[in-house]
Protein backbone atom coordinates (compact mmCIF):
# COMPACT_ATOMS: atom_id res chain seq x y z
CA UNK A 1 0.00 0.00 0.00
CA UNK A 2 0.94 3.62 -0.79
CA UNK A 3 0.78 5.28 2.53
CA UNK A 4 0.47 8.97 2.82
CA UNK A 5 2.54 9.20 6.09
CA UNK A 6 4.90 8.17 3.90
CA UNK A 7 5.24 11.52 2.65
CA UNK A 8 5.59 13.25 5.70
CA UNK A 9 8.87 14.89 7.41
CA UNK A 10 9.34 17.50 9.65
CA UNK A 11 8.74 21.11 8.97
CA UNK A 12 10.16 24.09 11.24
CA UNK A 13 7.30 26.94 10.86
CA UNK A 14 10.17 29.78 10.55
CA UNK A 15 11.33 28.14 7.21
CA UNK A 16 8.02 28.50 6.09
CA UNK A 17 8.58 32.31 3.99
CA UNK A 18 6.13 34.85 4.30
CA UNK A 19 7.25 37.40 1.96
CA UNK A 20 8.52 37.20 -1.05
CA UNK A 21 12.18 38.44 -1.77
CA UNK A 22 12.32 42.04 -3.14
CA UNK A 23 14.49 40.47 -6.13
CA UNK A 24 12.30 37.25 -7.58
CA UNK A 25 15.14 35.76 -8.86
CA UNK A 26 17.72 35.91 -6.21
CA UNK A 27 16.60 32.98 -4.43
CA UNK A 28 18.68 29.97 -3.61
CA UNK A 29 18.10 26.65 -6.06
CA UNK A 30 18.60 23.00 -5.12
CA UNK A 31 19.78 21.35 -8.11
CA UNK A 32 18.51 18.04 -7.62
CA UNK A 33 20.55 15.72 -10.12
CA UNK A 34 18.65 12.85 -11.41
CA UNK A 35 22.43 11.21 -12.11
CA UNK A 36 23.41 11.50 -8.19
CA UNK A 37 24.39 14.28 -6.11
CA UNK A 38 22.92 17.60 -5.01
CA UNK A 39 24.22 21.30 -5.89
CA UNK A 40 23.64 24.34 -3.73
CA UNK A 41 23.31 26.94 -6.47
CA UNK A 42 21.43 30.41 -6.86
CA UNK A 43 18.48 30.96 -9.08
CA UNK A 44 19.66 32.96 -11.60
CA UNK A 45 22.51 29.89 -12.21
CA UNK A 46 19.52 28.39 -14.35
CA UNK A 47 21.43 30.28 -16.89
CA UNK A 48 24.32 28.23 -17.20
CA UNK A 49 22.59 25.05 -15.97
CA UNK A 50 19.92 24.71 -18.86
CA UNK A 51 21.48 23.80 -22.75
CA UNK A 52 20.73 25.12 -25.70
CA UNK A 53 18.12 23.15 -27.41
CA UNK A 54 16.38 22.41 -23.89
CA UNK A 55 12.64 23.45 -23.91
CA UNK A 56 10.89 25.50 -20.91
CA UNK A 57 6.74 24.99 -20.37
CA UNK A 58 5.44 27.02 -18.17
CA UNK A 59 1.60 27.54 -16.57
CA UNK A 60 0.76 30.97 -17.96
CA UNK A 61 -2.53 31.28 -15.70
CA UNK A 62 -3.14 34.35 -13.52
CA UNK A 63 -4.40 34.57 -10.31
CA UNK A 64 -7.60 36.24 -10.62
CA UNK A 65 -9.75 35.42 -7.14
CA UNK A 66 -10.39 38.10 -4.87
CA UNK A 67 -10.47 38.45 -0.97
CA UNK A 68 -13.09 40.61 0.27
CA UNK A 69 -13.54 41.45 4.28
CA UNK A 70 -17.14 42.55 4.83
CA UNK A 71 -20.05 42.57 7.52
CA UNK A 72 -23.56 41.04 7.50
CA UNK A 73 -26.84 43.28 8.39
CA UNK A 74 -26.56 41.94 12.24
CA UNK A 75 -22.36 43.39 12.50
CA UNK A 76 -21.10 39.75 12.60
CA UNK A 77 -17.80 39.47 10.20
CA UNK A 78 -18.10 37.64 6.66
CA UNK A 79 -14.99 36.76 4.33
CA UNK A 80 -15.46 36.14 0.96
CA UNK A 81 -13.55 34.67 -1.36
CA UNK A 82 -14.45 35.50 -5.26
CA UNK A 83 -13.53 32.65 -7.21
CA UNK A 84 -15.07 33.30 -10.47
CA UNK A 85 -17.29 35.67 -12.25
CA UNK A 86 -20.24 34.01 -14.04
CA UNK A 87 -22.59 37.49 -15.33
CA UNK A 88 -21.25 40.69 -15.04
CA UNK A 89 -21.02 41.64 -11.44
CA UNK A 90 -21.75 37.78 -10.54
CA UNK A 91 -19.87 35.34 -8.52
CA UNK A 92 -19.09 32.00 -7.23
CA UNK A 93 -17.84 31.94 -4.23
CA UNK A 94 -16.50 31.00 -0.94
CA UNK A 95 -17.54 32.53 2.00
CA UNK A 96 -17.81 31.78 5.78
CA UNK A 97 -19.95 31.38 8.34
CA UNK A 98 -21.37 29.42 5.29
CA UNK A 99 -23.89 27.86 7.15
CA UNK A 100 -25.38 31.32 8.15
CA UNK A 101 -25.30 33.02 4.72
CA UNK A 102 -28.35 31.66 3.27
CA UNK A 103 -29.69 32.89 -0.25
CA UNK A 104 -31.15 36.10 0.43
CA UNK A 105 -28.87 37.53 2.74
CA UNK A 106 -26.74 40.76 2.32
CA UNK A 107 -23.22 41.60 2.90
CA UNK A 108 -21.65 45.04 3.03
CA UNK A 109 -18.46 45.84 1.94
CA UNK A 110 -16.02 48.19 2.16
CA UNK A 111 -16.09 51.51 -0.78
CA UNK A 112 -20.05 51.29 -0.88
CA UNK A 113 -19.72 47.91 -2.25
CA UNK A 114 -22.91 45.42 -1.37
CA UNK A 115 -23.67 42.04 -2.17
CA UNK A 116 -26.84 39.38 -1.96
CA UNK A 117 -26.39 36.12 -1.52
CA UNK A 118 -28.58 34.91 -4.66
CA UNK A 119 -27.23 30.89 -5.20
CA UNK A 120 -25.91 27.65 -3.45
CA UNK A 121 -23.84 25.67 -5.00
CA UNK A 122 -21.83 22.39 -4.15
CA UNK A 123 -19.05 22.21 -2.06
CA UNK A 124 -20.31 25.14 -0.12
CA UNK A 125 -20.20 27.48 -2.73
CA UNK A 126 -22.91 30.68 -2.84
CA UNK A 127 -23.71 33.15 -5.95
CA UNK A 128 -22.81 36.68 -4.86
CA UNK A 129 -24.58 39.69 -6.64
CA UNK A 130 -23.28 42.72 -6.15
CA UNK A 131 -25.55 45.76 -6.05
CA UNK A 132 -24.68 48.07 -8.94
CA UNK A 133 -22.34 51.18 -8.33
CA UNK A 134 -20.11 53.48 -10.19
CA UNK A 135 -16.48 52.09 -10.69
CA UNK A 136 -17.24 48.75 -9.44
CA UNK A 137 -14.24 47.05 -10.87
CA UNK A 138 -11.88 50.16 -9.74
CA UNK A 139 -13.67 49.57 -6.46
CA UNK A 140 -13.41 45.94 -5.89
CA UNK A 141 -9.67 46.03 -7.42
CA UNK A 142 -8.54 48.43 -4.33
CA UNK A 143 -10.36 46.58 -1.25
CA UNK A 144 -9.89 43.27 -2.93
CA UNK A 145 -6.66 41.28 -1.30
CA UNK A 146 -4.60 38.52 -2.97
CA UNK A 147 -5.99 35.35 -1.88
CA UNK A 148 -2.59 34.00 -0.23
CA UNK A 149 -1.92 30.48 1.03
CA UNK A 150 -3.92 30.18 4.62
CA UNK A 151 0.14 29.48 6.09
CA UNK A 152 1.15 33.13 4.72
CA UNK A 153 -0.36 35.41 7.40
CA UNK A 154 2.03 38.56 6.55
CA UNK A 155 -0.55 40.76 4.09
CA UNK A 156 1.59 41.18 0.60
CA UNK A 157 2.28 44.89 -0.38
CA UNK A 158 2.44 44.30 -3.94
CA UNK A 159 -0.47 42.04 -5.85
CA UNK A 160 1.78 41.30 -8.52
CA UNK A 161 4.72 39.41 -6.63
CA UNK A 162 1.58 36.35 -6.37
CA UNK A 163 1.79 36.55 -10.01
CA UNK A 164 4.38 35.18 -12.54
CA UNK A 165 5.73 37.69 -15.26
CA UNK A 166 4.09 35.72 -17.77
CA UNK A 167 0.90 34.91 -16.68
CA UNK A 168 -1.73 35.99 -18.95
CA UNK A 169 -5.05 34.21 -18.42
CA UNK A 170 -6.76 34.75 -15.45
CA UNK A 171 -8.98 31.79 -14.14
CA UNK A 172 -6.93 31.07 -10.62
CA UNK A 173 -7.59 30.70 -7.13
CA UNK A 174 -3.87 30.23 -6.32
CA UNK A 175 -0.43 31.08 -8.28
CA UNK A 176 1.61 28.04 -9.76
CA UNK A 177 4.48 29.45 -7.62
CA UNK A 178 7.68 27.40 -9.30
CA UNK A 179 7.12 30.28 -11.61
CA UNK A 180 7.37 33.12 -9.42
CA UNK A 181 11.09 32.92 -9.54
CA UNK A 182 11.58 34.12 -13.42
CA UNK A 183 11.95 37.99 -14.26
CA UNK A 184 11.76 39.71 -17.99
CA UNK A 185 15.99 40.03 -17.68
CA UNK A 186 16.17 36.57 -16.52
CA UNK A 187 14.10 35.27 -19.44
CA UNK A 188 16.00 37.15 -22.24
CA UNK A 189 19.02 35.77 -20.91
CA UNK A 190 17.16 32.14 -21.44
CA UNK A 191 16.47 33.07 -25.14
CA UNK A 192 19.97 34.43 -25.77
CA UNK A 193 21.21 31.18 -24.76
CA UNK A 194 18.96 29.20 -26.80
CA UNK A 195 16.63 27.75 -24.10
CA UNK A 196 12.94 28.05 -25.66
CA UNK A 197 9.79 28.50 -23.64
CA UNK A 198 6.50 27.27 -24.39
CA UNK A 199 3.05 27.43 -22.48
CA UNK A 200 0.39 25.56 -21.30
CA UNK A 201 -2.88 26.50 -19.00
CA UNK A 202 -4.23 24.91 -16.14
CA UNK A 203 -6.28 27.43 -13.70
CA UNK A 204 -5.12 26.19 -10.32
CA UNK A 205 -8.30 24.97 -7.77
CA UNK A 206 -9.17 26.45 -4.15
CA UNK A 207 -8.89 22.72 -3.64
CA UNK A 208 -5.26 22.40 -3.84
CA UNK A 209 -4.97 23.92 0.04
CA UNK A 210 -7.32 21.21 0.99
CA UNK A 211 -5.46 17.91 3.04
CA UNK A 212 -5.35 14.66 1.92
CA UNK A 213 -8.43 12.75 3.98
CA UNK A 214 -6.91 9.08 3.43
CA UNK A 215 -3.50 7.00 4.65
CA UNK A 216 -4.37 4.99 1.53
CA UNK A 217 -3.50 6.75 -1.14
CA UNK A 218 -5.00 3.93 -3.86
CA UNK A 219 -8.38 5.31 -2.03
CA UNK A 220 -7.51 9.15 -2.99
CA UNK A 221 -9.14 11.39 -5.67
CA UNK A 222 -7.34 14.29 -7.42
CA UNK A 223 -10.03 17.36 -7.86
CA UNK A 224 -10.52 18.60 -11.16
CA UNK A 225 -8.65 21.51 -12.80
CA UNK A 226 -9.59 22.82 -15.79
CA UNK A 227 -6.46 22.82 -18.25
CA UNK A 228 -5.22 23.17 -22.42
CA UNK A 229 -2.56 22.71 -24.31
CA UNK A 230 -2.12 24.52 -28.03
CA UNK A 231 -1.31 23.45 -31.52
CA UNK A 232 2.24 26.14 -30.45
CA UNK A 233 3.30 23.81 -27.78
CA UNK A 234 2.16 20.08 -29.17
CA UNK A 235 5.06 21.85 -32.08
CA UNK A 236 7.59 22.93 -29.99
CA UNK A 237 7.47 19.70 -27.49
CA UNK A 238 7.73 17.05 -30.80
CA UNK A 239 10.59 19.29 -32.17
CA UNK A 240 12.77 20.01 -28.90
CA UNK A 241 15.68 18.93 -29.45
CA UNK A 242 16.95 18.82 -26.03
CA UNK A 243 15.01 18.77 -22.67
CA UNK A 244 11.59 19.29 -21.91
CA UNK A 245 11.72 21.43 -18.34
CA UNK A 246 8.53 22.09 -17.00
CA UNK A 247 7.68 24.85 -14.11
CA UNK A 248 6.12 24.01 -12.00
CA UNK A 249 3.56 20.58 -10.62
CA UNK A 250 0.71 22.52 -12.85
CA UNK A 251 2.62 22.28 -16.10
CA UNK A 252 3.32 18.47 -15.67
CA UNK A 253 -0.07 17.61 -14.32
CA UNK A 254 -0.78 19.41 -17.85
CA UNK A 255 1.64 18.00 -20.05
CA UNK A 256 1.42 14.60 -18.60
CA UNK A 257 -2.32 14.59 -18.88
CA UNK A 258 -2.40 15.45 -22.96
CA UNK A 259 0.60 12.22 -23.60
CA UNK A 260 -0.34 9.94 -26.32
CA UNK A 261 2.86 8.80 -26.01
CA UNK A 262 6.83 9.74 -25.43
CA UNK A 263 7.09 13.44 -26.59
CA UNK A 264 3.87 13.08 -28.05
CA UNK A 265 0.95 15.68 -26.92
CA UNK A 266 -2.35 16.44 -27.89
CA UNK A 267 -4.17 19.65 -28.09
CA UNK A 268 -7.35 20.62 -26.57
CA UNK A 269 -9.12 21.50 -23.22
CA UNK A 270 -9.89 18.78 -20.18
CA UNK A 271 -11.03 18.52 -16.37
CA UNK A 272 -7.44 16.89 -15.37
CA UNK A 273 -7.61 14.42 -12.13
CA UNK A 274 -4.43 12.65 -12.99
CA UNK A 275 -2.81 11.47 -9.76
CA UNK A 276 1.22 11.07 -10.38
CA UNK A 277 2.92 9.18 -7.40
CA UNK A 278 5.90 6.83 -7.62
CA UNK A 279 5.59 4.13 -10.62
CA UNK A 280 4.33 6.79 -12.92
CA UNK A 281 5.55 6.51 -16.01
CA UNK A 282 6.25 10.39 -17.80
CA UNK A 283 6.21 10.40 -21.36
CA UNK A 284 6.68 14.31 -21.68
CA UNK A 285 8.98 15.61 -19.27
CA UNK A 286 12.75 15.22 -18.55
CA UNK A 287 13.22 17.63 -15.23
CA UNK A 288 11.30 20.34 -13.45
CA UNK A 289 11.50 23.31 -11.18
CA UNK A 290 9.20 23.04 -8.34
CA UNK A 291 9.03 24.95 -4.88
CA UNK A 292 9.39 23.13 -1.69
CA UNK A 293 6.07 21.81 -0.59
CA UNK A 294 4.24 20.78 2.64
CA UNK A 295 4.12 17.22 4.06
CA UNK A 296 1.32 14.71 3.35
CA UNK A 297 0.71 16.39 -0.10
CA UNK A 298 -0.23 14.99 -3.91
CA UNK A 299 2.63 17.59 -4.73
CA UNK A 300 5.41 15.79 -2.81
CA UNK A 301 4.38 12.54 -4.27
CA UNK A 302 4.63 14.19 -7.79
CA UNK A 303 8.47 14.83 -7.32
CA UNK A 304 8.46 11.21 -5.93
CA UNK A 305 7.75 9.85 -9.04
CA UNK A 306 10.40 11.89 -11.23
CA UNK A 307 13.06 11.46 -8.17
CA UNK A 308 12.17 8.35 -6.21
CA UNK A 309 10.85 9.21 -2.43
CA UNK A 310 13.78 8.53 -0.15
CA UNK A 311 16.05 10.89 -2.22
CA UNK A 312 13.39 13.53 -2.04
CA UNK A 313 13.21 13.21 1.73
CA UNK A 314 16.70 13.22 2.06
CA UNK A 315 16.77 16.31 -0.15
CA UNK A 316 13.93 18.08 1.85
CA UNK A 317 15.93 16.88 5.53
CA UNK A 318 18.88 18.66 3.51
CA UNK A 319 17.16 21.87 2.79
CA UNK A 320 15.67 21.88 6.49
CA UNK A 321 19.15 21.76 7.58
CA UNK A 322 20.68 24.51 5.23
CA UNK A 323 17.59 26.89 6.21
CA UNK A 324 16.13 26.88 2.48
CA UNK A 325 13.00 29.15 2.53
CA UNK A 326 9.45 26.82 2.04
CA UNK A 327 6.58 27.18 0.25
CA UNK A 328 4.96 29.87 -2.32
CA UNK A 329 7.55 32.52 -1.43
CA UNK A 330 10.47 30.06 -1.08
CA UNK A 331 13.27 28.74 -2.54
CA UNK A 332 13.24 26.62 -5.70
CA UNK A 333 14.37 23.32 -6.20
CA UNK A 334 15.43 21.18 -9.78
CA UNK A 335 15.00 17.93 -10.56
CA UNK A 336 17.40 17.32 -13.55
Not at 24 to 44: N, P, Q, T
Not at 172 to 200: M, N, Q, W, Y
Not at 279 to 307: K, V, Y
Request: proline content about 4%.
Amino acid sequence: MDRLSDYDYVLPEELIAQTPLQDRSASRLMWLRLDGGIEHRSFVDVVEILKPGDLLVMNDTRVSAIRLYGKKMTGAAVEALLLRETAPACYEALVKPAKRLRIGAAISFADGLAASVVGELEDGIKVLEFKPVENFRERLAKVGLTPLPPYIHEILQDKERYQTVYGTVGGSAAAPTAGLHFTPELLGRLDERGIETAKVTLHVGIDTFRPVQVEDLDQHRMHGENCSVTDATVEMVRKCSGRVIAVGTTTVRTLESFADGPRQLRTGSMDSRLFIRPGFRFQIIDGMFTNFHLPRTTMLTMISALARRERILDAYREAVAANYRFLSFGDSMLIL
